[in-house]
């Protein structure tokens, strides 16, 4: 790629500057002293004084002049290498726009910390990152065969049939490597960790090799989906509806929207997964983009058998039904044992996540803050869940008794008492005690929580997931959550035909149980799609959320922005304010909100903390 263009004849440095006011998130103009002009470009890292303080800045852009009336500061330090090119700055403008936030928190979530060392050795990254492209470029061409290189993309939105190996790889990467083929550059965005020994320096690396262009695939989490490459061709984003994909930190942006805005004209986008989420529908539904679906006899043969074991099953078993491993999901476990390795998924982290008085069964709660007491481990005292405080001598305020019990079984207590139900090796896999790697387990029994079961060579030959309704209602959306955490680990089970069993214990909604043993999740979205539809509900419409220290303001600002909104609703929420309005008028009333930010931080009146497609069923508890 070429060199940035250097500041040769611009002396003036025009920059973004780190500040959370949103009165300055505007451009601040810098003189280019001699000594950097020949290494100052548009993105690069400076340093300039602001205010009496050194702070960080990126260049937006350069030029000749300046309306500033009096004499300019001179930026005081610049990176070796610029860290954004003007594409990306343009990306990180647009983002802000989109979600009523500044230029500068996207550009801070965009770009990893920079390095020094990596910055002075940027041309000798080139050798590496290209062999391990090709190498990479080749296994893949082996492994799914060369027909990925013409497959039909463009803009997709993929239900993928069950594959053991826990990802549709051929639909994610037919369009970056098609891409890669033409010489342009290929994003793959995924949920989980690629590899939790990256440092600082490798990060910043592959970030400057990926921006140069000496790697044309690039794989990696949430914020890859804003790598800038040189190019683009495709992006593909795996499970887009894991929670993971939402950006917690101003302004907000989820992954999937920011690949949608960088699908210009030519750019393939794949939104793949086992369960599309139902704002990946709306695209569809919206003709943006298609939708493409496995035939039935595909997925025929590579589901497994899918049982979901209800109260009324768990009763004609008697008592030992009611236990949280009920008979008949035992016989799947103790058969499939036979086969191969078995899953049991647990969908509570930690030991316990509840103690109760052992005498009254009253919820034991603490002394201090009065949350609920848990157990986080096996030999810990009962802990609060929500300021940490330990109870050596907890006694029950209604009854006075000192034993506790425990209740809401978490995946360790599980784990110690199927050690305790078999001779077989029992392995745990959470984050609190470390994920296990895909294909280390070959046999025995994994004890995991949803997100964390390994891929194993060939499949497990049965899984049981304890208590599968505890996530399946709730707020908005949790019937879908729970099908795309159950279905993502019934894709890691073996087909029927080779003895593959999913059990899932607990009752259901009949339009989750329905996709769930047929595996025909779409019409489960589709479902969704139309209730929401008919409540005017995201992703039908677009939702932001304004709060401030004082509801009054936030309230008023809110109401300003949706005056000349035809059909927006306007609604009180602690805090501030809840805005609905078609997904057409929310652009002008995130402007407006905008408009609303910067007035109050310039006077002084208070931050207002503006939030465009708020999740709205965790705010009002859909």
């Given amino acids: 790629p070429a060199s940035p263009q250097a500041a040769h004849a611009s002396a003036v440095a025009r920059v973004c500057i780190d500040s959370p006011l949103p009165h300055l998130d505007r451009p601040f ?41 009096g004499a300019l500061t001179p930026v005081h330090h610049c990176s070796e290498i610029p860290s954004y090119t003007p594409e990306a700055i343009a990306l990180g403008r647009a983002v802000a726009e989109r979600c009523a936030g500044s230029l500068w928190d996207v550009l801070r979530l965009m770009a990893p910390p920079r390095v020094a060392a990596v910055e002075k050795r940027a041309d000798s990254l080139a050798g590496a990152a290209d062999g391990a492209y090709a190498s990479a470029l080749a296994r893949a061409v082996d492994r799914w065969g060369a027909e990925l290189t013409t497959a039909e993309v463009g803009r997709r ?82 499970d887009d509806g894991s929670g993971v994909y939402e950006e917690p930190h101003a302004p907000y942006a989820h992954a999937r929207t920011i690949a949608a805005m960088r699908a210009g004209e030519g750019v ?17 539904r919206h003709g943006w983009a298609s939708l493409v ?32 491993m009920p008979p008949e999901a035992w016989r799947a476990v103790t058969r499939g044992l036979d086969a191969g390795p078995v899953a049991v998924v647990v969908p509570r982290a930690g030991f316990a996540t509840a103690v109760l008085c052992a005498r009254c069964r009253e919820r034991a709660l603490c002394e201090v803050c009065e949350a609920p007491l848990g157990q986080p481990t ?61 294909g280390s387990v070959g046999a025995g029994i994994v004890v995991a929580t949803p997100g964390a079961v390994p891929a194993v060579d060939g499949g497990y030959a049965a899984a049981v997931v304890v208590d599968a309704a505890a996530i399946a209602s709730g707020e908005l959306g949790a019937e879908l959550e729970a099908m795309r955490r159950w279905l993502a680990v019934g894709a890691l089970v073996r087909a029927r035909a080779s003895g593959g069993r999913l059990v899932l214990i607990g009752d259901m909604p009949e339009r989750v149980r329905m996709a769930l043993t047929t595996w025909s999740p779409i019409r489960a979205v589709e479902e969704e799609y139309d209730e929401r539809a008919s409540l005017s509900l995201p992703p039908v419409t677009r939702a932001a959320t304004v709060l401030a220290d004082d509801p009054r303001q936030a309230r008023s600002a809110a109401q300003g922005a949706v005056d000349d909104a035809p059909g927006a609703v306007l609604a009180e929420i602690e805090g501030g304010a809840l805005i609905l309005a078609s997904r057409g008028a929310m652009g002008a009333i995130a402007l407006r909100l905008r408009a609303a930010a910067v007035s109050a931080s310039a006077e002084g009146a208070g931050a207002l903390r503006v939030r465009i497609d708020a999740p709205l069923g965790r705010l009002l508890g859909l």
Avoid at 299 to 316: H, I, N, Q, W
Avoid at 407 to 429: D, H, Y
């Fill in 378 to 438: 096996a030999r810990a005292l009962p802990t609060c869940i929500a300021c940490g405080r330990e109870h050596r001598d907890w006694h029950c305020p209604h009854c006075h008794g000192s034993a506790v019990a425990r209740a809401g079984l978490g995946v360790e207590a599980i784990a110690e008492q199927i050690g305790a139900m078999t001779r077989e090796p029992v392995a745990v896999s959470s984050a609190a005690s470390g994920v296990l790697e895909d």
């Fill in 157 to 238: 939105v993929v239900q993928s049939a069950p594959d053991t190996s826990g990802v549709d790889a051929p639909s994610v990467l037919a369009g970056v490597l098609q891409a890669a083929a033409r010489g342009e550059s290929g994003i793959v965005v995924v949920p989980a960790v690629v590899s939790h020994d990256d440092g600082p320096q490798r990060r910043f690396g592959a970030y400057v090799a990926a921006m140069r262009g000496l790697a044309r695939i690039i794989v990696g989490l949430r914020p890859t989906v804003m790598q800038p490459v040189p190019s683009l061709g495709a992006i593909a984003l795996w």
């Fill in 29 to 69: 103009d810098y003189a280019v002293p001699e000594k950097l002009a020949d290494r100052i470009a548009v993105g690069s890292r400076v340093r300039v004084r602001f205010a009496g303080r050194l702070v960080s800045a990126v260049v937006t852009e350069l030029t000749g002049s300046s309306d500033f009336d």
């Fill in 293 to 324: 679906e496995p035939s039935r006899t595909a997925v025929r043969e590579a589901a497994p058998a899918v049982d979901v074991l209800t109260s009324e099953r768990r009763e004609s078993a008697g008592g030992a039904g009611r236990h949280w």
């Fill in 268 to 284: 393939d986008v794949c939104l793949a997964g086992w369960t599309p989420s139902v704002d990946a529908f709306a695209l569809v």
